[in-house]
């Protein structure tokens, strides 16, 4: 009582946080309940009748249900590989520039699509990679035929992974930089001491410093390895596409939303939230046992 005396102002202000997450993340997860019926909307939950495991064997069953979960684990991988490498090597190109104000104007420029919505971004993008769009006008001029980006589906998933990158690699930079800054500088001075080049000294100094952090950010992303983007790929899907670009998320919402299977789609949502917190558990122990780091 005399520690909560001197401490319940902190409370109060995490009571209105605790609320919202209660009310809004807690409560819901009742509907769980949907996932092993045969929910029907104006029967709710007790009037539904109760299938057990049904729609979870019915997921494995249907073969679009297969090809989704493929389409979100590559689409996911991928993300995940170019998101860690694209602003590692930029980091490191970064650090490289000795005149300040012109570092700090690139890293403004390459932080900017970060703060963009995929709702604007997805606009922007069906213009630009149309078959009559400005990408494929300079393809033309150089003899290419009009690459269908967006409704290919040989196509698409570059297209959702290169345009992912290019979003989000200057706001992943920024972890990379403060590791960067945070260098001992008499390492470089003794390796110039010794005769070593720039390169040499990125070689065997930098990069074996930021690897770790690298390690670190790698391995914790993988607990969100079943989180393709549901924005952007909602934003830049079509029909044409399904086969190759739909993925757990998208997939939930037509059959869920879109054509009322709601314990169906509850049993997909379930299945990848509970993958996606074993690997999550998995990625923490494996942080803390290769990287010496942990949260809790």
């Given at each position: ?5 001197k ?14 997450l ?8 009742g ?12 029967r709710?939950?007790t009037?539904?009748?109760w ?23 590559i ?9 860690l490498f ?6 490191l ?5 000795r ?6 104007t ?15 971004l997805?606009g ?27 409704g290919?589906n ?13 979003k989000?690699?200057?706001y ?8 960067l800054a ?13 005769g070593?080049?720039?390169?040499r ?9 930021i690897v ?28 044409l ?9 998208t997939?939930?919402?037509r ?5 009322g299977?709601?314990?169906?789609g ?10 996606s917190?074993v ?6 122990r ?11």
């Amino acid at each position: 009582m005399k520690t909560l005396r001197k401490t319940w102002p902190f409370h109060v202000m995490l009571l209105p946080s605790m609320i919202f997450l209660l009310l809004f993340s807690y409560i819901p997860m009742g509907g769980i309940v949907m996932a092993f019926q045969d929910y029907k909307a104006w029967r709710g939950f007790t009037g539904s009748e109760w299938v057990g495991l049904e729609n979870f064997r019915y997921l494995f069953e249907r073969q679009d249900s297969i090809q989704v979960i493929w389409n979100t684990l590559i689409i996911a991988v991928l993300k995940l590989i170019f998101n860690l490498f694209v602003p590692f090597v930029f980091a490191l190109l970064l650090n490289e520039i000795r005149k300040v104000r012109l570092q700090r104007t690139i890293q403004t420029m390459v932080y900017l699509p970060h703060f963009l919505s995929w709702v604007i971004l997805g606009g922007i993008l069906i213009d630009l990679l149309a078959t009559d769009g400005f990408v494929n006008r300079i393809l033309s001029s150089f003899g290419v035929q009009p690459i269908f980006f967006l409704g290919d589906n040989d196509w698409f998933r570059f297209t959702v992974i290169v345009s992912d990158v290019w979003k989000e690699f200057g706001y992943n930079t920024i972890i990379f930089l403060a590791a960067l800054a945070g260098i001992n500088p008499a390492l470089y001075e003794a390796a110039e001491m010794d005769g070593a080049s720039r390169f040499r000294q990125t070689l065997h100094i930098t990069i074996p410093s930021i690897v770790p952090i690298a390690a670190v950010v790698g391995t914790l992303a993988l607990g969100n390895v079943l989180n393709a983007g549901f924005d952007q790929i909602f934003n830049l899907y079509n029909p044409l596409v399904y086969e190759k670009g739909d993925i757990i998320d998208t997939f939930v919402y037509r059959t869920a939303i879109l054509n009322g299977e709601m314990g169906f789609g509850t049993a997909i949502g379930l299945f990848k939230s509970v993958i996606s917190m074993v690997l999550i558990l998995l990625s923490y122990r494996a942080a803390y046992k290769w990287a010496n780091y942990r949260i809790f």
